[in-house]
């Protein structure tokens, strides 16, 4: 394969000098959301592209919580970072962001969206590194889940051999390159063609292997071209809207229970947590956290996943006790241990008392760090277990006075289906709580 060109770029892009300054309106293009606490049902923006991630809101919340505060927002708070949406809407809002997250590519990813680079810097160091991987060897020789390459555990298998020895060659030579914010670039841009790659599918549920995955030839020069196709459509939305009405940012890595917030001050809290039992975001993003050496060994593996919030019972692990304060949470607690033989998994009732302790413990943290007057935006999403509603907003109102806070707003956005052997209907809802400061 040919080496790119900084020409190659440049002819679509024009001349690749400092782009004018962006403004939000210039980012989202004035689109109409289907829902404003989630991005599913509308059309995809800049940014947003870099890595499919449909449970994100959209950042049109954040400009209504700006716009909206009762206090002029220069910092903005989100523990739960995800796939940077708070950080990067604050940036454009001109809004400075402090944004914690526990999983390291999700991390990478909101560090690549928010650090302003050259695109024609990009462009070269592309080039350069197209031509280093070549150089190195197309073995899969790192450590990996048995399961991952070819052959695998009984003839099953993600990855070709060919294309997992393409995809080491990659992640080797981006690790050589000098400059740690462009290795984090392209890494990004890897992670973004990945999965188009792989023999499985990836949901929230799990993985599930391709129908016709036997039958599926993925090659490792499909899997060059569409990273130098990916790396191209990023470098050009740099070019266009990398110059924001601000520019720097704090990316604190770890568990938002626990991490160091010594020196973060918000005068707005922007977030959304993991719903009760919906995904674990760890077990998501799995195959990225390996292929990509996030992950180094079952060790790395077990710390990420006990680092989270108690949201699943995926793994075995130990649960908090339910937060006090809310007569609703005792009661949903109670009856469901009253239903623990018809429960899916027995341990149902410790998990949602352990995931509001969690959830509690960090709205009690951002709260420590908000300015008098300040508000808490939470967009949460309700569960259910056998008969048993898990009413997440109406319990975190309930709570809310043993912050001092009171709830400014309760609104339902959209009813998200239950699962399948809960027959499947929309009728759990999804809703933002505006919790207030008093002044």
């Not at 051999?161 to 990659?170: F, K, Y």
């Not at 929230?204 to 071209?225: F, I, P, S, V």
């Amino acid at each position: 394969m040919p080496s790119l060109l900084v020409s190659d770029v440049s002819d679509e892009l024009g001349p690749l000098v400092a782009p004018p300054l962006a403004t939000f309106d210039d980012w989202t293009g004035g689109r109409s959301v289907a829902a404003i606490g989630t991005n599913a049902g509308s059309s995809l923006i800049p940014f947003q592209s870099w890595k499919r991630f449909k449970e994100a809101f959209a950042p049109e919340l954040v400009r209504e919580a700006v716009t909206q505060s009762r206090i002029p927002v220069k910092r903005l708070f989100d523990p739960f970072g995800g796939s940077g949406t708070s950080a990067l809407a604050a940036q454009f809002l001109g809004v400075h962001p402090v944004t914690v997250e526990v999983n390291p590519y999700l991390a990478d990813l909101i560090a690549a969206k928010l650090t302003t680079y050259e695109a024609s810097e990009l462009v070269r160091r592309l080039d350069a590194l197209l031509v280093r991987a070549r150089q190195h060897s197309s073995s899969a020789a790192r450590l990996l889940p048995a399961t991952f390459v070819e052959p695998g555990v009984k003839g099953r298998y993600l990855f070709a051999a060919e294309v997992a020895g393409e995809v080491n060659a990659l992640n080797s030579a981006i690790s050589e390159v000098g400059d740690v914010a462009v290795a984090r670039f392209f890494r990004v841009a890897l992670s973004g063609v990945l999965l188009d790659f792989c023999n499985a599918r990836v949901n929230g549920k799990g993985r599930r292997y391709r129908g016709n995955w036997q039958k599926l030839k993925y090659t490792a020069e499909g899997l060059r071209g569409a990273f130098v196709d990916h790396s191209k459509l990023m470098i050009r939305e740099v070019a266009t809207l990398g110059r924001r009405a601000h520019l720097d940012f704090d990316l604190r890595v770890g568990d938002s229970r626990e991490v160091d917030l010594s020196g973060v001050e918000a005068d707005l809290v922007v977030f959304s947590p993991p719903y009760p039992n919906s995904f674990d975001y760890t077990d998501v993003y799995n195959i990225e956290l390996w292929m990509l050496g996030y992950l180094r060994d079952w060790v790395d593996n077990g710390d990420l996943r006990t680092s989270t919030l108690a949201s699943h019972v995926q793994i075995s692990r130990e649960f908090a006790s339910a937060p006090a304060g809310s007569p609703t949470l005792n009661s949903t607690i109670g009856l469901m241990r009253g239903k623990r033989d018809e429960l899916w998994n027995s341990k149902l009732p410790e998990m949602v008392a352990g995931y509001f302790a969690d959830l509690w413990d960090v709205v009690s943290r951002s709260n420590d760090q908000l300015a008098s007057g300040g508000q808490i935006w939470m967009v949460v999403g309700d569960s259910r277990y056998s008969t048993v509603d898990i009413r997440v907003a109406d319990i975190l109102v309930e709570l809310a006075p043993n912050l001092g806070l009171t709830a400014a707003e309760v609104r339902p956005f959209r009813s998200m289906r239950a699962s399948p052997q809960q027959g499947g209907r929309a009728e759990l809802l999804e809703t933002l709580i505006v919790l207030q400061k008093p002044d």
